[in-house]
């Protein structure tokens, strides 16, 4: 009997979260598993789930990016009936499909916001007969916590069955992030960063050809670090170069018309491309945050690297990432609180002027997830 596995994700601010969830549907279902992907976050037109089959709730966004409250589809604040209706359709999805397992991304490690509909479904799927397992798939960052919140945060997570870490703890483990008393530690399970296969370096002339890419992930911040990149241009040693600036479709338009208005000759402004992994292969430098699905694609294009990880509200998953990545020599860091033209142009010009340093990280992390979980509904132990 083919077995059955729901995840749910839900995005906020950028794309992240739901592009390291449908890599993991597509795993599930190339190893045989009827999978349904549940998203509660705006669509991504590009995005590709394979054979997997995507439920679209009426989609929800963070209001701006100190995650003050939730937007609709049309910019409203949600309210109750808005929730009420998102929380009898997931609860409906989950009742139709019965899974064998239930995959909840982030929760409950994060998306407090979306407790009116998430309580209930661990609720649901701890009374179901017969119980799915249920677990937790987190990046290999967590956002820190108080403590009371972490507190409340491992309850929950001690009622699910075990923790998918898309990471690989040689680099940084969860407990850099997170505090695991053993009963946490038990459940957790490794598999690597999940991240698309290296591009190859094209010819010259081709799209990203020796190029600067500046980009700012797919969400709705990153305006300040692309100014900042036109600014810094005329100071750098490679201010004869083609910049190419991408600016997150989630980015307010009147923010990108600005950025295009002041940008110079030999400075591209557009929206982020489906090619990006081909402008990094063929670029000269990468200037980027340092978001997960980000850094995985500059690691694999070997590309000369400057971290301005994004810090608003506190924010401290980025800042660790970059951090450790500039200990290892791997990239230039500029903290967004220290961001400005002079700054950012040198240490543009410290990378390139530093060798690339390689780092051996586990990078098969969409098709180990779905090793694990169908080893875990065969009822097998899962295998270190």
Known sequence: MTQRVLIYVQHL????????????????????????????????????FGHASLLQLPSAAARDENFSGLIDDRGADVDDAWRVARRDALLTAFAKFKPDALVTETYPFGRRQMAFELTPLLDTALAARPQPFIVSSVR??????????SDQMAAIARRFDHVLVHGDPAFVALDASF???ATLAAKIAYTGYIAEPAEARGAVGDPGWDEVIVSSGGGAVGAALLATAIAARPLTTAKDKVWRLLAGGELPGGDFARLQATAPQGVIVERARTDFRRLLANGRLSVSQAGYNTVMEILAAR???VLAPFAGNGQTEQPLR???????????LVAENALTPSTLAAAIDRALAAPVVEIALK??????SARLLAGWLAGKAPVA
């Open 13 to 48: 601010l950028g794309s992240g979260h739901l592009r390291r969830a449908a890599a993991l549907a597509r795993a599930c279902e190339t190893s045989g598993m009827d999978t349904l992907l549940v998203s509660g976050g705006r669509p991504i037109a590009d995005l590709d």
């Open 140 to 149: 290999d960052i967590l956002q820190a916590k108080s403590g009371m919140v």
């Open 179 to 181: 505090p695991l008393d």
């Open 303 to 305: 590309i000369p690297a």
């Open 322 to 332: 970059a951090d450790l990545l500039r200990a290892r020599g791997r990239a230039e």
């Open 363 to 368: 990078r098969d992390g969409a098709r180990e």
